[in-house]
C-alpha cells in the first residue's frame, strides 16, 4: 500500500513544513489547525517559499500550482477522517498529544498510520492514547522541514512491523534520508549533538577560552559550519537549554547531560540569540564581531576535547543498540550539517586515540560525565574499527 493521503496535525514551523514536504512528493495533504490566523500563516509562507524557488530556477510556476493544489487547509480534525497517513506537530504537551490521538482515532480507518513528531515525548507514551497503538510511530523532521534531509523513524514499543516499514517507504519517498532510531531521549541527534554544546560551554565556564574562540577552533579545525555558541544563538538559547534539559532529566539525570549555568543565565537573562538580537555575540546593527586568540595549539585542545566527548557520545548511542553505525553517522551528517560521521571520525582519528583521550579527561576531572563508552575500549582492545 503506498500513502496518498496526509493528514498534518499543526500548521506551525514544523506542520507547514512537512505538509510542504508530502504535497511536493505528489501526496494529497489536509493541513489542519485550531486556529485560522496559523493556516493562513502557513498558505502565505508556502507561497513566499515556492515564489523563491521560481526565482531561484528550481521549479516552474506550473509545479508551484501543483504543489499548492496537493494541499487543502481544514479547521476541523474530522477532515482528516480518509488519511493513510498522519502526522502530528502540535503544542509540545503530552495530555494535549493524547487527546488530540485519541479524537483523531475515532474518525480515520483501521490501517491510518498515526505519527508524531515530537522532539522530547516518549512514543510509547503517545501510542498508549490509542484504541490501536501499533499503528503509532515517531516520524521526526528537522527544521526547515523542506531543506533537511533527514528524517528520525522511531518506532515505539508497541509499533507493528508493518507500520514501521510503510513509515520508512514513505519517507523514503519524499526524498528523505532515514534513519531509525529507538525510542529514547533525544533520539539520534538531540542525544549525540548534546557534546557539541555542553563541552563547548564546559571549556569556556573553565575560562580556557572565550566563545568567539572556540567557534573558531570547532570551524578551523573540524571543519563545522557553525561554532557551537553561535549554532545556539541561532537555535535560540532558550530552545537549546530546554532541550537539554529535557534530555539530562530524562535520563534520570546522568552527568554526561548536565545543562550549564551559563547557558541558563543566557537564556534567563533573555539573550536568546539572534531572534532577541543578543546572545552569546551582539547582533544589533553596528555591532562589532570579536576576533579569536588564534593560537593553534589552544584550538586543537579544544576541538579534541569536543570532537571525543562527541565521538563517545555516539559510540555510546551505537553500544546501546539506539540506531545502526550507518544511521548514527547518517543522522549526524544529514541532521545538523557535521562535516563528518562522529564513528567514521572515529576510525579516522583511531581507536586508542578515542579511548586515550577520554581516559586522559576522566583522569583529571574524575567526573563520570567524561566515562569511556565500554564499547570503544572494547573495540580498542580487539583492534576494531566501526566502518572497516
Ligand atoms: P509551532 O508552535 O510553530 O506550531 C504548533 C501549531 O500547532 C500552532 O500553529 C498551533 O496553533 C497548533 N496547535 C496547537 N494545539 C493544537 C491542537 N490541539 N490541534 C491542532 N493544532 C494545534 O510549533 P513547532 O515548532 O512547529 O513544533 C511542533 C512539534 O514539532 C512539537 O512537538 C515540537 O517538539 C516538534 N519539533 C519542533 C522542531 C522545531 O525546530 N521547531 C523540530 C522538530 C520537532
Same mark, same amino acid.
Given at each position: 500500500?503506498?500513502?496518498?493521503?496526509?493528514?498534518?496535525?499543526?500548521?506551525?514551523?514544523?506542520?507547514?513544513?512537512?505538509?510542504?514536504?508530502?504535497?511536493?512528493?505528489?501526496?494529497?495533504?489536509?493541513?489542519?489547525?485550531?486556529?485560522?490566523?496559523?493556516?493562513?500563516?502557513?498558505?502565505?509562507?508556502?507561497?513566499?517559499?515556492?515564489?523563491?524557488?521560481?526565482?531561484?530556477?528550481?521549479?516552474?510556476?506550473?509545479?508551484?500550482?501543483?504543489?499548492? @493544489?496537493?494541499? $487543502?487547509? !481544514?479547521?476541523?480534525?474530522?477532515?482528516?477522517?480518509? *488519511? %493513510?497517513?498522519? +502526522?502530528? /506537530?502540535?503544542?509540545?504537551?503530552? @495530555?494535549?498529544? $493524547?487527546? !488530540?490521538?485519541?479524537?483523531?482515532?475515532?474518525?480515520? *480507518? %483501521?490501517?491510518? +498510520?498515526? /505519527?508524531?513528531?515530537?522532539?522530547?515525548?516518549?512514543?510509547?507514551?503517545?501510542?498508549?492514547?490509542?484504541?490501536?497503538?501499533?499503528?503509532?510511530?515517531? +516520524?521526526?523532521?528537522?527544521?526547515?522541514?523542506?531543506?533537511?534531509?533527514?528524517?528520525?523513524?522511531?518506532?515505539?514499543?508497541?509499533?507493528?512491523?508493518?507500520?514501521?516499514?510503510?513509515?520508512?517507504?514513505?519517507?523514503?519517498?519524499?526524498?528523505?534520508?532515514?534513519?531509525?532510531?529507538?525510542?529514547?531521549?533525544?533520539?539520534?541527534?538531540?542525544?549525540?549533538?548534546?557534546?557539541?554544546?555542553?563541552?563547548?560551554?564546559?571549556?569556556?565556564?573553565?575560562?580556557?577560552?572565550?566563545?568567539?574562540?572556540?567557534?573558531?577552533?570547532?570551524?578551523?579545525?573540524?571543519?563545522?559550519?557553525?561554532?557551537?555558541?553561535?549554532?545556539?544563538?541561532?537555535?535560540?538559547?532558550?530552545?537549546?537549554?530546554?532541550?537539554?534539559?529535557?534530555?539530562?532529566?530524562?535520563?534520570?539525570?546522568?552527568?554526561?547531560?548536565?545543562?550549564?549555568?551559563?547557558?541558563?543565565?543566557?537564556?534567563?537573562?533573555?539573550?536568546?540569540?539572534?531572534?532577541?538580537?543578543?546572545?552569546?555575540?551582539?547582533?544589533?546593527?553596528?555591532?562589532?564581531?570579536?576576533?579569536?586568540?588564534?593560537?593553534?595549539?589552544?584550538?586543537?585542545?579544544?576541538?579534541?576535547?569536543?570532537?571525543?566527548?562527541?565521538?563517545?557520545?555516539?559510540?555510546?548511542?551505537?553500544?546501546?543498540?539506539?540506531?545502526?553505525?550507518?544511521?548514527?553517522?547518517?543522522?549526524?551528517?544529514?541532521?545538523?550539517?557535521?562535516?563528518?560521521?562522529?564513528?567514521?571520525?572515529?576510525?579516522?582519528?583511531?581507536?586508542?586515540?578515542?579511548?586515550?583521550?577520554?581516559?586522559?579527561?576522566?583522569?583529571?576531572?574524575?567526573?563520570?560525565?567524561?566515562?569511556?563508552?565500554?564499547?570503544?575500549?572494547?573495540?580498542?582492545?580487539?583492534?576494531?574499527?566501526?566502518?572497516?
Amino acid at each position: 500500500m503506498a500513502i496518498k493521503n496526509v493528514g498534518v496535525i499543526g500548521g506551525g514551523t514544523m506542520g507547514s513544513g512537512i505538509a510542504q514536504v508530502a504535497a511536493t512528493a505528489g501526496c494529497k495533504v489536509k493541513l489542519f489547525d485550531t486556529k485560522n490566523e496559523a493556516l493562513d500563516k502557513a498558505k502565505a509562507a508556502l507561497d513566499k517559499i515556492l515564489n523563491r524557488l521560481i526565482e531561484k530556477g528550481r521549479i516552474d510556476a506550473s509545479e508551484k500550482s501543483r504543489i499548492q @493544489d496537493n494541499i $487543502q487547509y !481544514v479547521n476541523t480534525l474530522k477532515d482528516l477522517g480518509d *488519511s %493513510d497517513l498522519t +502526522i502530528e /506537530a502540535i503544542i509540545e504537551n503530552l @495530555d494535549i498529544k $493524547q487527546a !488530540v490521538f485519541s479524537e483523531l482515532e475515532s474518525y480515520v *480507518s %483501521d490501517d491510518c +498510520i498515526i /505519527a508524531s513528531n515530537t522532539s522530547s515525548l516518549s512514543i510509547a507514551s503517545i501510542a498508549s492514547s490509542l484504541k490501536k497503538p501499533e499503528r503509532c510511530v515517531g +516520524i521526526h523532521f528537522f527544521n526547515p522541514a523542506p531543506l533537511m534531509k533527514l528524517v528520525e523513524v522511531i518506532p515505539a514499543i508497541q509499533t507493528s512491523k508493518e507500520v514501521l516499514n510503510l513509515s520508512v517507504q514513505t519517507i523514503k519517498d519524499w526524498k528523505k534520508v532515514v534513519a531509525v532510531a529507538k525510542d529514547t531521549p533525544g533520539f539520534i541527534v538531540n542525544r549525540v549533538a548534546r557534546p557539541f554544546y555542553g563541552e563547548a560551554l564546559r571549556i569556556y565556564e573553565e575560562g580556557l577560552a572565550d566563545f568567539v574562540t572556540i567557534d573558531w577552533a570547532l570551524k578551523s579545525k573540524g571543519g563545522f559550519r557553525m561554532g557551537p555558541f553561535e549554532l545556539m544563538d541561532f537555535i535560540g538559547n532558550d530552545v537549546n537549554y530546554t532541550v537539554t534539559e529535557t534530555v539530562f532529566s530524562s535520563f534520570y539525570f546522568d552527568p554526561r547531560y548536565k545543562p550549564a549555568f551559563t547557558q541558563k543565565r543566557f537564556s534567563e537573562a533573555g539573550y536568546l540569540g539572534r531572534k532577541s538580537g543578543r546572545g552569546y555575540y551582539d547582533y544589533s546593527e553596528n555591532a562589532v564581531k570579536p576576533s579569536p586568540k588564534e593560537d593553534s595549539e589552544l584550538a586543537n585542545q579544544i576541538f579534541d576535547r569536543v570532537l571525543v566527548m562527541l565521538i563517545n557520545e555516539a559510540a555510546d548511542a551505537l553500544f546501546l543498540n539506539i540506531a545502526s553505525a550507518e544511521d548514527i553517522d547518517n543522522a549526524m551528517t544529514k541532521g545538523v550539517n557535521y562535516p563528518k560521521g562522529l564513528l567514521a571520525w572515529a576510525d579516522e582519528k583511531s581507536m586508542d586515540w578515542c579511548v586515550s583521550k577520554l581516559d586522559e579527561l576522566y583522569d583529571l576531572y574524575h567526573e563520570d560525565r567524561y566515562r569511556c563508552s565500554p564499547l570503544l575500549r572494547r573495540m580498542n582492545q580487539d583492534g576494531r574499527n566501526f566502518f572497516s
